[in-house]
């Protein structure tokens, strides 16, 4: 069946370095994709989203690519803060269905 | 600002208990949707509701059922709790039906133990 993946389920990086969290999905009829951010003990919170008419989008330090010939997500945080250190996923959404990933933990090392 | 409130962070029950994890959103969601989260699997949704008193099965359903008699509440029932359902319980809302209404908004998750 469909599955949104991440590549890497933890991922490391200095502060103040930009970090990149990938994500595929199979599902070449979804339209509309979607971060979210889990914090320790707090739900998901949205943090970017992007229509499957777009390849770009750009947030306040963070941007999301599409790459739709390879079913393929990107998630860019520019100059990474402690404060960035949660769990990342990734959800893709066609109609009332939502596929989430398995998340990749964040860790920003001072 | 949307709130999505799960009625317990905690919760430590006895196998074959019946279970009832409650949902409150305040923001007159029409869609409303229970997740469980493991490590490793991600989000899992086990039920969702698009109306009052409507339901549909998510991707595991098995050993859940759930109950939404108004717009507001989404509650999600363990008939006869069994440790492998030991989890984190996430709810969540979403407005409507276009595009960038399936943004979801979620509770900050219930955390239930079987023993």
């Known amino acids: 069946g469909e599955s949104v993946g991440l590549h890497l389920p933890t991922l490391s990086v200095q502060e103040g370095d930009n970090s990149i969290i990938n994500c595929a999905y199979s599902?070449?009829?979804?339209?509309?994709f979607i971060w979210y951010k889990q914090e320790s003990g707090k739900g998901p919170q949205f943090i970017i989203d992007?229509?499957?008419?777009?390849d770009k989008r750009q947030g306040q330090r963070v941007t999301v690519l599409l790459n739709k010939t390879v079913k393929h997500l990107s998630l860019q945080i520019a100059a990474t803060q402690p404060g960035d250190s949660a769990v990342y996923f990734c959800?893709?959404?066609?109609?009332?269905?939502?596929?989430f990933g398995a998340g990749t933990r964040l860790f920003v090392k001072a | 600002d949307v709130k999505v409130t799960q009625s317990s962070r905690y919760l430590v029950k006895r196998t074959g208990e019946k279970v009832f994890l409650e949902c409150v959103q305040d923001?007159?969601?029409?869609?409303m949707f229970w997740y469980r989260q493991d490590p490793g699997l991600g989000l899992r949704l086990i039920y969702f509701?698009?109306?009052?008193?409507?339901?549909e099965k998510g991707d595991i359903p098995e050993g859940y059922s759930v109950s939404r008699e108004k717009k507001e509440r989404f509650s999600l029932i363990l008939e006869s709790a069994s440790t492998n359902q030991t989890s984190m319980y996430l709810c969540?809302?979403?407005?409507?039906?276009?595009?960038?209404?399936?943004?979801?908004?979620f509770g900050q998750g219930t955390r239930l133990t079987v023993v």
């Open positions: 992007i229509r499957s008419n777009m």
């Open positions: 969540a809302s979403s407005l409507g039906q276009t595009v960038e209404d399936t943004e979801a908004f």
């Open positions: 509701s698009y109306d009052v008193k409507m339901k």
């Open positions: 599902n070449s009829a979804s339209d509309y």
């Open positions: 959800a893709e959404n066609w109609g009332f269905k939502t596929i």
């Open positions: 923001m007159d969601h029409e869609n």
